[in-house]
DNA sequence: CTCTAGATCTAT
DNA sequence: TAGATCTAGAGG
């Protein structure tokens, strides 16, 4: 499995396959250990349900683009573009474990590219250059799955889809979060 | 041009 | 539970 092949597919399969993968930035690697999917243009909670503008632009491009944007005007998401052109996709990368360093340093999507020093320079650029994405040096962990976090501007249907991953032991934020009854 | 909401985090 | 901080996108 490469991380072109990995991403080559829908955000709902990639983000649990992302799990346990390994990114590198300016000599420093974090294992994911959370994810959440973001698909298509129906998908209310995706940026790209506003259509194609100059902010998701990136979405719409090959899988293995990075896209990263400000959120409440302070942090910056990471994101890894999935699936074919002009199919927007991306997963959210929400937490990862760096060696030697506590998970709570690491466990909320802004607190990902605190860390590792990541902002808007990387946006539109793709895996390989800057970022890397590396294969995972341990078997696949157990996974738990629940819903997305802070999309229930999107609407129930689309707030409640159980979109969001994480290594089984991972310390969460808002562990309070249940899968829903059925999707 | 103005206005508003937002894939969050931290301290209170 | 509120405040920080700022920009894309929508509306006039």
Redesign the pocket.
């Known amino acids: 499995m490469t991380p072109s092949s990995l991403l080559a597919t829908s955000a709902v399969r990639a983000a649990p396959a992302l799990i346990g993968w390994r990114l590198r930035f300016r000599k420093q690697e974090a294992v994911i250990a959370e994810t959440?999917a973001?698909q298509g243009l129906a998908d209310r909670?995706?940026?790209a349900s506003?259509?194609r503008?100059?902010?998701?632009d990136v979405l719409f491009r090959e899988s293995g683009t990075v896209y990263v944007y400000?959120?409440?005007?302070?942090?910056w998401?990471l994101?890894l573009v999935c699936d074919e052109i002009d199919e927007p996709a991306?997963v959210?990368i929400r937490g990862v474990e760096m060696p030697g360093s506590d998970p709570r340093r690491s466990n909320?999507?802004?607190?990902?590219t605190r860390q590792l020093g990541i902002d808007g320079k990387l946006n539109g650029t793709r895996l390989g250059e800057a970022l890397e994405l590396l294969p995972p040096l341990a078997p696949s962990p157990r996974l738990r799955r629940g819903p997305r976090?802070?999309?229930e501007?999107a609407g129930p249907r689309w707030s409640a889809k159980p979109w969001r991953w994480w290594r089984n032991g991972f310390p969460v934020?808002r562990p309070d979060l249940r899968p829903p009854p059925e999707q």
């Open positions: 959440e973001y909670a995706c940026h506003k259509g503008t100059p902010r998701t400000l959120c409440y005007g302070m942090h998401m994101n991306a959210l909320g999507p802004g607190k990902v976090v802070g999309v501007y934020v």
